[in-house]
């Protein structure tokens, strides 16, 4: 009996990594008005830049429904295998809701299902301990009772590029989104309590990167042999220029790389780069 890990397509787990550790992704849905794609299924994270910088308006996503996760949940278990899903912040998603429904619907002892706390590479991160302990053989309970102690300790930076996906997505008026651009003012975001919130601003990209450099040496961070999640939103350059810092200056030899697909990118815009670590 075997453990499968389940997740959403939020997570943006890369294909590596999906593949690796036989991960099951169920996908979110992203709609362009009256043209609806399954993330990752029908549209790759490039296709839907493409569409974005053209599209009149912001996206919109639907959550995974109850009757998707109890398909999916019910093959599991009839294959003799058991479940642990982990899925984004129940703040930002009905997607976790789901997934409780479905597991109290099969009424099964065979399914555990967490918060995240978190969406994209945050989740993905716990995605990723999760996987790696089910294939060390680790129970259930043991991968659940770790994970909820390491969400709290999950430390993710996102630096955002342009501000005219916050605005188009009412996180910012209109007016506070034209000074920002005027300024050239790059929001830090990270998560608390399960929310997005922003940790600080700065002027210029630059100053971004100095930004993350300051907050890792004045909380003595060391990356070394600690998976570190890095994602961006079309931002390959602008993404190695903060991996070059973290290998150079805080020693990290453990970095997966992926993309930021619909979901999060609906609302992050082209651009943004991001990191995540787990702080013990």
């Avoid at 050239?184 to 990167?209: C, H, M, Q, Y």
């Amino acid at each position: 009996m075997a453990i499968q890990i389940v997740t959403d397509s939020a997570s943006d787990i890369s294909v590596d990594e999906e593949k690796k550790y036989n991960i099951k992704v169920v996908p979110l849905t992203v709609h362009f008005g009256l043209e609806s794609y399954r993330d990752r299924e029908e549209i790759s994270p490039s296709q839907f830049y493409e569409k974005l910088e053209s599209f009149d308006g912001i996206p919109s996503t639907s959550q995974v429904t109850p009757a998707e996760f109890i398909d999916i949940f019910k093959s599991i278990i009839h294959s003799g295998d058991e479940v642990i899903g982990i899925f984004m912040s129940s703040s930002m998603s009905g997607t976790y809701n789901s997934a409780m429904i479905a597991k109290n619907t099969l009424d099964s002892d065979k399914i555990s299902i967490i918060d995240s706390k978190m969406v994209t590479l945050g989740e993905a991160l716990m995605v990723h301990y999760a996987a790696k302990m089910a294939k060390e053989g680790k129970s259930r309970k043991e991968i659940v009772n770790k994970i909820n102690d390491m969400i709290p300790k999950n430390e993710t930076l996102m630096i955002v590029d342009t501000l005219e996906y916050l605005k188009k997505g009412g996180r910012l008026s209109s007016s506070q989104a034209l000074l920002g651009s005027m300024l050239n003012i790059k929001p830090i975001l990270t998560f608390s309590n399960g929310e997005l919130v922003a940790k600080d601003k700065v002027r210029g990209k630059k100053k971004a990167l100095n930004w993350v450099r300051n907050y890792l040496s004045k909380n003595r961070v060391s990356l070394k042999d600690k998976p570190v999640y890095m994602l961006h939103t079309g931002a390959t350059e602008y993404l190695e220029d903060l991996k070059k810092i973290l290998v150079e200056e805080y020693d990290a030899n453990y970095i997966v790389e992926s993309i930021v697909g619909a979901v999060v990118g609906t609302h992050a815009g082209p651009g943004a780069i991001a990191m995540s670590y787990v702080d013990e």
